[in-house]
């Protein structure tokens, strides 16, 4: 069975660092490309990032590009989120996804449960 | 960035009722969308992707069609189960986008 479980999540000042993780079984992790996108409270559903299979090529949205770092351990079947200087508009479910593709942008087949970040003081 | 514009916003109906949601694009995307639907606590779900292309396991009600600029998802006899936030995705670039979501509810 396919699954894709993100931890990480929590409350962090302003300006602080969060790292999320993603453990993906199921499914051959390193084949497929993968995704960070997050819901703001109210709003609708936001691109972060996304890395290839290989973990090779990276892409960021404009709104966090410089402050958040995606990356995978393709042993550990893992994701990651770095997340640095962290704002209050950053306040958001951060959804771990799979891709349906290895590389390039694609469709998301497979969603996880998503990881709750708050930026507050 | 290829901006996505769905409409209505949102769209009231009832069970049995043929619902048609939009999706526009600001330039041409070929055949790379996607439709999901989300529900509220839940993980969204793939729907229909390249367009027109039924994801496994959904139900044949659900359609999609376009390609280019425009796009429009089909539900051709809504369900109880329907009622849901609808989200149309484009994947022909970097950064990915999103439509800003089609509520549908119940009339």
């Known amino acids: 069975e396919l699954q894709l479980l993100e931890s990480g999540g929590g409350l962090v000042q302003p300006g602080g660092s969060l790292r999320l993780s993603c453990a993906a079984s199921?499914?051959?992790?390193?084949?497929?490309?993968m995704s960070w996108v997050r819901q703001a409270p109210g709003k609708g559903l936001e691109w972060v990032s996304g890395?290839?299979?290989?973990?090779?090529?990276?892409n960021y949205a404009d709104s966090v590009k410089g402050r958040f770092t995606i990356s995978r351990d393709n042993s550990k079947n893992t994701l990651y989120l770095q997340m640095n200087s962290l704002r209050a508009e950053d306040t958001a479910l951060y959804y771990c996804?799979?891709?349906?593709?290895?590389?390039?942008?694609?469709?998301?087949?497979?969603w996880g449960q998503g990881a709750l970040v708050t930026v507050s003081s | 960035d290829i901006q996505m514009t769905q409409s209505p916003s949102s769209v009231s109906a009832s069970v049995g009722d043929r619902v048609t949601i939009t999706c526009r694009a600001s330039?041409?995307?070929?055949?790379?969308l996607a439709w999901y639907q989300h529900k509220p606590g839940k993980a969204p779900k793939l729907l229909i992707y390249?367009?027109?292309s039924l994801h496994s396991g959904v139900p044949s009600r659900f359609s999609g069609s376009g390609s280019g600029t425009d796009f429009t998802l089909t539900i051709s006899s809504l369900q109880p189960e329907d009622f849901a936030t609808y989200y149309c995705?484009?994947?022909?670039?970097?950064?990915?986008?999103f439509g800003q979501g089609t509520r549908l509810e119940n009339k």
């Open positions: 330039q041409g995307i070929s055949s790379w």
């Open positions: 199921g499914f051959t992790f390193s084949s497929y490309a």
């Open positions: 390249s367009a027109s």
């Open positions: 995705q484009q994947a022909n670039s970097f950064p990915i986008t």
């Open positions: 890395i290839s299979g290989s973990g090779t090529s990276t």
């Open positions: 996804v799979k891709l349906s593709l290895l590389g390039g942008p694609s469709a998301v087949n497979f």
